[in-house]
């Protein structure tokens, strides 16, 4: 059996795995710890007897891996594929040798919320059709291979052309385990953005389990409304049918401070309900929710979240009448013409930072 969540974000944030910068003997100990974490889970290496992909050209030849396995699915969907994935690699040690950088939201829970729910959905699979199920743990993402073609994610695109053809969704999960501030309305703190639906046809089965999980808010969000950022971009540039998901930075977001104990430990149990829910649900969802739209947009739905969220903030919030005036004026032309023009689209990305200075 899996260890816990709290277990897990722990062992991979100690001072053991040293902040699992890629190459490094703490980051040989988490990779180790999660190949031993999906074993106990049941999922299978993806190739053949391993669950390694070798990461190859990193500088100074440092070494590299990502960490794939999968769920077999079932029945006429079985060589179909919905991809799960959270990075694994951190920044390692200080430079001036003052610590190392824990990690814990960056990206430790999020590969603890993907063990215990492939754990969970692996232990109650849907008696029907079903897709296969990929659990990756992709390396390299953070600088300084960020952006470049020495990313896990892309090594994986490149590699792995015949998967690529036959997955019809791929899922990534960053900085998912803390709250958005502290002591505010919970329909914020208990918030996560969904982003990317808008490009497919997920709207219904995501609107079928947005309330499936109590005190937990899936707030669906365009891409064009956050800076990229992710291992999704090596999806996106090829064209391939993604969701993003994140609650954002927080204030601890790349520094020594990225500990565990700051995380939100029922929030993450609860993600980890959602996304078990979320799997089985996609390993049966028909065909044509995965149709792939590049030029797909769902202002209506970024306008919904922002306003929710934005209507239960401090009254005080400087500028909170002239924002909420903008979101229904926007929300009017969405009525009319479907989306906002590009010029107004641009200003979604503005109150979602709005957003994050209000919660950290």
């Not at 074993?39 to 070798?54: C, H, L, M, R, W």
């Not at 849907?126 to 090594?155: K, T």
């Not at 565990?260 to 029922?266: F, G, N, S, V």
Request: aromatic share 10%; net charge negative; proline share 6%.
């Amino acid at each position: 059996m899996t260890d816990s969540t709290l277990q897990i974000i722990h062992y991979l944030a100690s001072r053991y795995c040293e902040g699992r910068r890629t190459g490094t003997e703490g980051w040989k100990r988490a990779r180790d710890y999660i190949i031993r974490q999906m074993k106990e889970a049941g999922i299978k290496p993806f190739y053949e007897e391993e669950f390694i992909q070798s990461l190859s050209g990193l500088p100074q030849n440092r070494e590299g891996a990502n960490i794939i396995g999968y769920i077999p699915g079932s029945g006429r969907l079985a060589d179909r594929y919905i991809l799960m994935e959270a990075h694994y690699d951190h920044l390692g040690i200080d430079e001036d040798e003052l610590g190392y950088y824990p990690g814990a939201d960056d990206n430790a829970a999020a590969v603890g919320i993907i063990l215990r729910s492939a754990a969970a959905f692996n232990s109650e699979l849907p008696e029907q059709d079903r897709r296969s199920v990929i659990i990756a743990f992709f390396d390299a993402e953070e600088p300084p291979f960020f952006s470049s073609s020495h990313m896990g994610a892309h090594q994986f695109c490149t590699e792995n052309p015949e998967v690529l053809n036959k997955t019809d969704l791929s899922v990534f999960l960053d900085l998912m385990g803390h709250s958005l501030g502290s002591g505010i309305h919970e329909q914020i703190m208990d918030s996560f953005f969904v982003i990317g639906g808008e490009k497919i046809n997920i709207g219904p089965l995501l609107n079928e389990i947005e309330t499936a999980v109590e005190s937990l808010y899936p707030r669906r969000m365009g891409i064009h409304a956050i800076p990229p950022s992710g291992n999704y971009i090596a999806f996106k540039e090829r064209n391939l049918p993604f969701l993003f998901l994140t609650s954002g930075r927080n204030h601890f977001y790349h520094t020594l401070f990225d500990s565990a104990e700051k995380l939100d430990y029922p929030k993450i149990n609860r993600l980890v309900r959602y996304f078990t829910l979320f799997i089985s649900k996609l390993s049966t969802a028909p065909e044509e929710m995965f149709i792939y739209n590049p030029k797909g947009a769902a202002d209506a739905e970024s306008l919904k979240a922002l306003k929710t969220m934005f209507s239960v903030m401090d009254p005080e919030t400087p500028n909170l009448t002239n924002i909420l005036n903008f979101i229904e004026n926007a929300e009017q032309v969405c009525r009319t013409n479907g989306n906002l023009p590009l010029p107004e689209q641009s200003k979604l990305l503005h109150l979602v930072k709005l957003i994050e200075q209000y919660v950290s």
